[in-house]
């Protein structure tokens, strides 16, 4: 295994996708499906970078990120939303909340992991 990726997706099919793309470039993906657990998680398991639903239950998104920045342990780990948010000002809010990159939803299969591991790239 290269390393762990936190998913914060309440959509089982887009957290299966995810988890299908990442595993098969040998990233171990665990996974929450809202944001109580998802920082809970974030905080037992030190991930190298979260993957962040902005769309959830309860907690949205940009609460999780605001949250997961606030603590010393997990400051300098990347966040990427990733969001089906695409108007203008959406990206915005999401960096604003201290997201470090937005990846449009639908994700594109094809281009996914390469777009994940360049955020990986610049945190190291």
Do not use: H
């Not at 990233?27 to 993957?51: C, T």
């Amino acid at each position: 295994m290269r390393g762990k990726i936190l998913l914060i997706e309440d959509n089982e099919q887009n957290a299966y996708l995810v988890n299908y793309l990442l595993g098969a470039r040998q990233w171990q993906v665990i996974s929450a499906s809202d944001g109580p657990s998802g920082l809970r998680l974030a905080d037992e398991e030190a991930p190298d970078l979260i993957l962040l639903d902005i769309q959830l239950p309860g907690m949205d998104g940009y609460e999780v990120a605001r949250r997961l920045k606030s603590r010393q342990a997990l400051a300098d780990t990347p966040i990427v939303a990733v969001t089906s948010y695409a108007m203008p000002g959406d990206r915005e809010n999401c960096l604003a909340a201290g997201c470090t990159g937005y990846i449009e939803k639908p994700i594109d299969p094809a281009r996914f992991a390469d777009e994940v591991e360049q955020f990986l790239e610049k945190s190291e």
